[in-house]
């Protein structure tokens, strides 16, 4: 699609059916109005002058769709060809170049996601805007080694909507987001499949992710924190100079700002008038007409355009209005170059360039009058107050004068709490503020009430300089007192910066240990390393009878320990239930029970309800018998406070060997022991993609 070969010829064919503008971008505004702070150029470097040059348009590159309950990415290093002369490495999902597929999900799914790390360093992959649980949410502590897969599991409870996924790990992010690691999430549901909705993904149904470059003499991009907040080549969908054909008739965009800083006023060149249908969280309840819409980092809105006026054969550009803003707006200073500039800032700048055709057969034809009945938490229920300030100890910015640290929390909140949190940024900048967890409704500006387009559920929103706004969130369902969940600006390079917090969701905050601030230490969760002493403890379990036990599996068999090792050899593994090692190891573990299931009593111990152990077991797979122990009774007397524990007992009852851990050369070394305690010849059983280092779970957290 980016060959040279077709590049020059499109260069020849364009410019012959007059498809390049004089400009590729109006340095004027459409409307003739002049840049307010024209002439102003502030003292920084110039943008790079490869940015002016007229190149022809290119087709907005679509995102495929990955869709299903078992979804595999991969994230791997490639190169691309952005500018004519040489390639420029990239980062991608699944074999693209640049971003990733866009990955479809429906309510109430329980969906497990494979995400291997193809490159040469660690990464995450954080969903941005699902409520889900945090150690499947992907942030810092979610750690994917090089060549590591981690597997989360959990259920889609988000409603209908556009939402993202993306690298979160701490000081890499820009690095990461600006190499291409990203992709679009779209959340279905049936209360939006009733309704009337352009629907067809890639024809009346587009995403569009916007976001800029800025490219080093060799056309390597240029990610040095602050130096790089703004590019000067705009990329949509990783398209540079993007067009569409799009049909003349109503048409909906997603469109994400996956920018590093710079903030989007958007608009149609003609100024006609379109609506937002959703935010962040999903749909509105009735479509909001606007002409212009502001859209930070991090932030997604869902607008329907009527294009049914305009003629097949016609044109329209979808336009930044970027030029004229008062200062603290990302992209708005006037410097054209580093650091605080680029070819874009203060300028209205065109972002697409619409070609439109003949409407399709099947079309929505008139603009719904309502969508949705949001049910927002109310004032009335808030139990808690929280106050965050922007602060500045020069050079970053933070939050309450703290920088981000991994190992302690910044705010402990009850589970099922409705809270009210205010974000003051009396400081020199805009910011964009994002929570994970919750989506949240804006009760508040300052004094006043949000405007109408930000009166929907919302997980990230503007800070503008000078200003507070006041959100209401209810954090329910997902407590842990050992995973965190984030809140930071989504600028990446203040992020990376250490412009970020951790919370605790917990059951019951009174009884967490805290130190003297009454704050959470959190364990270092990226290697949940062994110690020696647990190493020793496995050992000094050898030839020791194993505790005895009579309980009901999830299936409501009996099992009894003594019973079961009268002849055959006994594996037991144990399984924290929030644990994404658990979930992985649970793989191998069957296997190993299919390759022995005549030899072999494979059993389970989850520390969960026997409700919560079934949902587990069907997330994940998993068809070895499983019993639930959420009082961690069984856990304790095997000393099995660490989850991939598995112990193995010879027949007659003595435990052979407990292994705490696993990688593939323990998995080999437990399929040989299976076979050699049942007296049969070793199956072969394949553990490929298994870590080949020791991994030993996370610690267990009782019910
Ligand atoms: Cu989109 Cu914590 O991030
Ligand atoms: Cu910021």
Known sequence: MHSYRLFSLMILCCSLIGLVGSEAFPAQPPDGKKDKKGGKAGKSKTSDPRASKVRPFQDLWIPPILEGKTLDLSLAKYQRLFLEDKATPTYGYNGHKFWGPTLILNQDDTVRINVKNELEEV???????????????????????PGETWSPTFTVKNNAGTYWYHPHPHEKTQKQLTLGAGGLIIIRDPIEAKIDLPRTYGIDDIPLVLSSRRF???????????????????????????????????????????????????????????????????LVEKPVPLKRLKLMVGERVELLVDLSDKDPQSSLDLMAYNAGQSFGFPGGEPDKGPPNGSYFNDKDFRILRINLTAPTQKRVTKLPE?????????????????????????PRFSFDNKFYDMHSTNQIVKLGAVESWTITNNNIFGHSFHIHDVQFKIVARGNEAPAEYERGWKDTVYLPRGKSVTFLAKFEDYASDTDPFMYHCHMANHEDGGMMGQFLVSKNPAALKKDANGMVRIP?????????????????????????????????QTLQL????????????????????????????????????????VVGVINAETQTAQ???????????????PNLKIIRDYQAERSVYTTLIAPGGKIEKTYPGYSTDILQEISLSVARLGRVTPQTVSFEGAPKRLKSGCPFVEE
């Not at 949940?528 to 030839?543: G, N, R, S, V």
Request: hydrophobic share 35%; net charge negative.
């Open 615 to 629: 949902k587990w077991a069907k997330s994940v797979g998993c068809h070895i018998s499983l019993i639930a122990d």
């Open 370 to 394: 309502t969508l949705t009945v949001n049910r927002f938490p109310s004032e009335s229920e808030v139990s808690t107050r929280r106050n965050l300030q922007v602060t500045a100890g020069r």
């Open 216 to 282: 080093k003499t060799d056309n390597q991009f240029s990610y040095e924190g602050d130096n790089d907040k703004y590019g000067d080549f705009l990329l949509a969908n990783g398209t540079m100079d993007a067009q569409i054909s799009l049909p003349a008739q109503f048409v909906r965009l997603r469109i994400l700002n996956a920018e590093i800083e710079r903030g989007y006023e958007l608009g149609f060149a003609d100024n006609r008038t379109f609506y937002q249908i959703a935010t962040d969280g999903g």
């Open 123 to 145: 990464t995450t992959v954080h969903w941005h805007g699902l409520h889900l649980p945090a150690a499947t949410d992907g942030g810092p502590h979610q750690l994917i080694q």
């Open 562 to 601: 003594a019973s079961l090792v009268e002849k055959k050899p006994v594996l037991l593994i144990f399984i924290e239930r929030d644990c994404p090692c658990s979930r992985e190891s649970a793989g191998y573990f069957e296997k190993i029970s299919q390759a022995y299931s005549s030899t072999c009593s």
């Open 524 to 556: 270092d969760r990226s290697e949940h390393p062994l110690t020696t002493e647990m190493i020793t403890a496995a050992d000094q379990q050898k030839q020791k009878p194993a505790p005895d036990f009579r309980v009901q599996d999830i299936s409501g």
